[in-house]
């Protein structure tokens, strides 16, 4: 084993946003760095993110857009490499980008455009980038100076510093694991359980039928659940409720919870009906549902009810009030989620208790680092999940 022990100053297990970024950096602080990643391809989450163009960052990024056990833990590496800063990297090497909405920053061309800065970066550094490599084993080693020993492939790594940035186990096709928690688990860390985060909800009961019915339909809707809401746009899918407003609360569900749906938020139904009694008294409520919404979605949610082919006029005020109640209230008890399969993120993770804000160390074993999506922290979609990767990876960079 001695003749065929390599060392390094850093291993980096993972070779994703976040691995790829703290490499990087320590790298260029004239460390020796591995990475190594099971898969055949680095960053294949940043290839598939953003539809293709990799929302990578958001101008809006605050500690409020995170989701942790200890909702301040994220503040002090995410003030000290901003979202400001990955974008003058991103503008160094030559990169367009535009705004989509809320601040979320795509790129215009394509999503590998990030990955190749990444990697681009790693090249300057020095950095030594194995693929398709298994890591059997990790080890404290005796020697101070090398703290971890790592049985990986073929070969037996040391190193001072050991990084584990191997995120989550959503879309485990692209070869996403827990891995990261069971190395968390092996050297005695606390660690959250995972549940999948920003995920399309699923639907079991009458309110399937009507979302197979509505399949392809979206709506710009208001969803509120245990005390947090979102304004955004809703999709209807043949199993149940997707769109950002969904997988934006979804991280906020809980099994057995109810969505409250407000699926007219910018308009007053009550009043707005009253109104368009006295002005256009001939109209079928299902053409003015449908001017609201679309024709589809007014067919089907009249589908079978006593107002189905009333028109203005016919209208009693109960029937009104009802109607406003059933459009700005609509609740929705999911049977669950979409799991792990399509869920951008996986909520829990390491406790951020167990690391140093500062440094993401452990405080139990030196030299041990956690970083990106594998710690209890978790943002809202738009760019703020890639933003943690970027900004706890330098964190730790500056320490390795």
């Not at 004239?30 to 953003?50: C, E, F, P, Q, Y």
């Not at 959503?170 to 660690?191: C, E, H, N």
């Not at 067919?299 to 009810?305: E, I, V």
Request: with cysteine; net charge negative; charged share 20%.
């Amino acid at each position: 084993m001695t003749e065929m022990l390599q060392k390094f100053d850093v291993i980096v297990i993972g070779a994703g946003a976040a691995g790829l970024m703290c490499a990087a950096t320590a790298g260029r602080r004239g460390r020796k760095v591995l990475v190594l990643d099971h898969a055949n391809k680095a960053g294949k989450k940043i290839l598939m993110s953003g539809g293709g163009r990799c929302n990578f960052t958001n101008y809006y990024v605050a500690a409020e857009r995170y989701l942790s056990h200890n909702p301040h833990f994220c503040k002090s590496a995410l003030t000290r490499y901003t979202q400001w800063d990955f974008m003058a990297l991103v503008d160094r090497h030559g990169i367009p980008y535009h705004e989509k909405k809320d601040g979320q920053l795509f790129c215009d061309n394509k999503a590998s455009d990030i990955l190749t800065m990444l990697l681009d970066e790693c090249e300057q550094a020095g950095v030594e980038i194995r693929l398709r490599t298994e890591v059997q084993d990790i080890r404290p080693h005796t020697d101070d100076l090398y703290r971890y020993l790592l049985e990986a492939g073929e070969v037996t790594c040391a190193c001072q510093s050991l990084v584990i940035a191997t995120g989550g186990p959503s879309i485990p096709t692209l070869g996403a694991s827990g891995f990261g928690y069971d190395i968390a688990r092996q050297f005695g860390l606390q660690v959250y359980t995972p549940r999948a985060g920003l995920v399309p909800f699923t639907l079991t009961d009458v309110n399937r039928h009507l979302s197979e019915a509505l399949s392809g339909t979206g709506l710009a809707v208001e969803v509120s659940c245990n005390g947090r809401s979102f304004t955004d746009d809703m999709l209807f899918t043949h199993r149940g409720l997707s769109g950002p407003a969904m997988l934006q609360i979804s991280s906020y569900w809980q099994a057995g919870d109810e969505l409250l749906i407000n699926l007219l938020p910018a308009v007053d139904v009550a009043a707005e009906l009253r109104a368009g009694q006295h002005q256009r008294p001939k109209l079928s409520l299902k053409n003015w549902l449908a001017e609201k919404t679309t024709q589809k979605f007014a067919a089907h949610w009249l589908a079978g009810s006593a107002e189905e082919s009333v028109t203005l006029a016919q209208l009693s005020g109960s029937s009104m009030d009802s109607l406003a109640a059933g459009l700005h209230q609509w609740r929705v008890r999911p049977a669950g989620t979409e799991g792990y399969r399509t869920a951008e993120v996986a909520l829990g993770g390491v406790d951020t208790d167990e690391l140093s804000s500062k440094t993401l160390e452990s405080k139990q074993h030196p030299g041990l680092f956690f970083i990106g999506e594998v710690v209890d922290v978790t943002g809202h979609l738009g760019g703020f999940n890639f933003q943690w990767a970027w900004s706890s990876a330098v964190a730790a960079a500056a320490y390795v």
